[in-house]
């Protein structure tokens, strides 16, 4: 089973990016929960946004709510996470994260612990 990330890389402050989670060995419908988590180093990992069997609708972090849409696509197969009005404080690794858990809920979605399969992660940088 394997997640694999693809579309960071470098933009302007305003610009936009689509990160991609690819999937190998995992159908999305059989998990209870996606997310995209994001690290800066020095600081701890920060959940961004997630889709929970367990909750309704995709939750996001406050600091890219009406900027950020995590999708999937019709094959269960594909994440997608558009990021438009990137801000320099947007820079971060990107990882994919899937869960089988039963135990998210508003206040669990980002612990890290919950999550059993990661992807390496994507780099995204925005200057100013």
């Known amino acids: 089973v394997q997640l694999v990330e693809s579309g960071g890389g470098l933009v302007q402050a305003g610009g936009s990016l689509r990160l991609s989670c690819a999937t190998s060995?995992?159908?999305?419908?059989?998990?209870?929960?996606t997310t995209w988590f994001r690290h800066v180093t020095g600081k701890a990992r920060e959940g961004v946004a997630c889709i929970s069997k367990n909750l309704s609708g995709a939750l996001y972090v406050d600091s890219v709510k009406g900027r950020f849409t995590f999708s999937t696509d019709s094959t269960k197969t594909t994440m997608y996470l558009a990021m438009n009005n990137l801000q320099p404080e947007d820079t971060a690794f990107h990882y994919c994260?899937?869960?089988?858990?039963?135990?998210?809920?508003?206040?669990?979605?980002?612990?890290?612990?919950?999550?059993?399969?990661w992807g390496k992660g994507t780099q995204v940088t925005v200057s100013s």
């Open positions: 060995g995992l159908d999305l419908g059989g998990v209870s929960t």
């Open positions: 994260t899937a869960t089988t858990t039963t135990r998210i809920r508003l206040k669990t979605w980002n612990w890290l612990y919950l999550y059993e399969i």
